[in-house]
């Protein structure tokens, strides 16, 4: 069982609206990520770190933002959501040089 | 960037059979490849790695191949069980070292028959 966790798993919200996801991991991880993923596309990565204060855009362009205070926290905000950020948000975190990836168990974002 | 093809959005196989699943990319040649499983609403969990100088990898009734010649990795489930219904993975890395973000591609979808 990974020790990698989201919240909040599922959340509904209106246009405009900040939001943070939050993500925590457990294992002392420097590597942490954020893909996105439609239903039934692949996963796309959006940011990711390789070290507190150390944050990269991905392949995918996204109007989120994160921030890496401290090792085992990686949130993800969007200042201001919009109907087209609908999407399930993954975390993830890895270690080593060809380390797997540990997925959380996602958070699914309605925008209305 | 890696463009990654994996063979049908979905494969209906029979309790029992052996399922195999194909990852196909079209440019440079990883150093490695890896296989995931995800389950609806989940994330997706890590099954096996393989690396470009090894031919095949095997963990339980799994078993991949890596064929860098072809560009193509294949997947195998001996004796599939109705649990093992799932969306497979594959995912590569970048090309050159130091770079550690995988490209993931849009998965294979296996249900088996009981």
């Known amino acids: 069982e990974a020790d990698i966790y989201q919240t909040p798993r599922y959340l509904v919200i209106g246009t405009g609206k900040k939001i943070t996801l939050e993500c925590s991991q457990t294992?002392?991880?420097?590597?942490m990520y954020w893909y996105q993923q439609d239903p039934g596309m692949e996963l796309h990565l959006i940011h990711y770190?390789?070290?507190?204060?150390?944050?990269e855009k991905g392949d995918l362009s996204s109007e989120s933002t994160v921030s890496r205070i401290r090792t085992e926290h990686f949130p993800l905000t969007l200042e201001s959501a919009r109907p087209s950020h609908t999407s399930q948000y993954l975390c993830?975190?890895?270690?080593?040089?060809?380390?797997?990836?540990?997925f959380g168990e996602g958070s699914r974002l309605t925008v209305l | 960037s890696q463009k990654i093809e994996q063979n049908s959005e979905a494969l209906n196989i029979q309790e029992g059979k052996t399922a195999t699943l194909t990852c196909n990319y079209t440019n440079y040649s990883p150093a490695y490849l890896q296989w995931y499983r995800q389950d609806p609403g989940r994330g997706p969990v890590f099954l096996l790695l393989i690396r470009e100088n090894e031919k095949e990898k095997r963990k339980e009734r799994l078993k991949v191949t890596f064929d860098t010649t072809l560009k193509q990795s294949l997947f195998h489930i001996t004796a599939s069980q109705p649990a093992d219904s799932a969306t497979y993975l594959c995912a590569l890395p970048p090309e050159g070292a130091g770079s550690y973000q995988l490209t993931f591609g849009k998965g294979t979808k296996l249900s088996v028959i009981p």
């Open positions: 770190s390789y070290g507190v204060n150390s944050t």
């Open positions: 993830a975190s890895s270690e080593g040089a060809r380390g797997e990836l540990f």
């Open positions: 294992m002392g991880h420097d590597k």
